[in-house]
């Protein structure tokens, strides 16, 4: 399946191999609008919330022996690991030394991109792929994260890529009430000067409390829903255009599966191949779900990677009747269920839409691969590589 990265053999857990993040530390540069200021507003918890257990004694920055975490990768024949944080590039000499060292061949990261200029080109060039958090144009990015943010991080991602940098530069938006979904997604897509192999965008819709200050549900059937239907239709139109599979990965993903007949379970890999590293060592089963121990599975000093517990989606995600194609969504929002039962339905509805724009466009889509125009094996991607598909 071209490069395809499968992760397992059987039904079950026998993995080949699997993805890690690696958390270098929860410290972060930027105070982004949807992200961080929220720690500095007065927001209600919800229920899920309320119910957890965190650990107030994880350290901030990474505190475990490094040959302790090469012991534990090198039981896996090819483990990927991610670098995350907060923002992992302010431990970029943590970066450099594992990439160095570690028994591990296939190396990624999510950034903000404002400090990749903190990185030798030889270790740059190491990295498989780059996710980058661009929500769209300047205007639309330096209103959410901060005044010169664009800039800064397009000069740095055009600086690796005159350096040599091969890998795959993934723009990751996250999309809010201000977001022009389509806009967005074609000003980073049709600029040819522009660095970007691929698209992928997340829905601020865990509201955290904030839900009744903002105007979601109408921003999501007015604006969203529609912009997503557009695209779905430009999307397939490229590729009779130009012979071409544009990497939009929740456009990518489902429909691969969509072609293939295959279901999905949670499309991030979260909880079954993709987990996640503490900074004490301890294991979880996503990358958010930092400090929540009671669904820690393990610790890099006694376990074996590919003998981890599953953390299955539960809840109301296992009647839905398009399980099989969303796969849950999110089982960190699953488990802190940040939304109400109307909320829950908004946020449901934008992937009941995604669902139908894809399934109409599919017979397009086949079509175009009878004939010739694309190959089956366009569609192929890296799995598990921090996009979460479902938007």
Sequence with gaps: MGSVHLSYLTSHHEWVFMYFHLILTDNCNLCCRYCRA??????????????LTIDENLP?????????????????????LTFYGGEPLLRSDLIERIVREAPVKRFMMQTNGILLDRLPADIINRFTTILVSLDGNRELTDANRGSGV????????????????????????????????????????????FPFSSIHWQVDANFAGDYALRGFADWARDRYNPGIRQLVGDWV?????????????????????????????????????????????????????IGMSQYYVGHISRSHPLKLSEVPVGGDCTDCRIRSFCGGRCLYSNITRPWGTAERRIVCDTVENLRTALVGALPRVRELIDKGTVTAESFSHEKYNGCEIIP
């Design 38 to 51: 929220k720690a500095f507003q007065d927001l209600d918890e919800s229920e899920g919330e309320r119910a």
């Design 150 to 193: 664009y800039d800064r991080v397009m000069a740095n991602l055009r600086s690796i890529r005159a350096k040599g940098y091969p890998g795959e530069l993934v723009a990751r938006m996250t999309v809010t009430e201000s977001s022009d979904i389509a806009g967005a997604v074609h000003y980073l897509a049709d600029n040819p000067d």
């Design 237 to 289: 139109d490229h590729m009779e255009r130009e012979g071409e599979v544009l990497k939009w990965y929740p456009f990518l993903d489902t429909m691969e599966d969509l072609l293939v007949g295959r279901e999905s379970r949670l499309r991030c890999g979260s909880g079954y191949a993709n987990y996640s590293i503490m900074t004490d060592g301890n294991i979880g089963p996503c990358p958010v779900m």
């Design 60 to 80: 901030v920055e990474l505190d475990f022996d490094l040959n302790t975490l090469y012991a534990f990768l090198e039981k896996d024949p090819s483990p990927t």
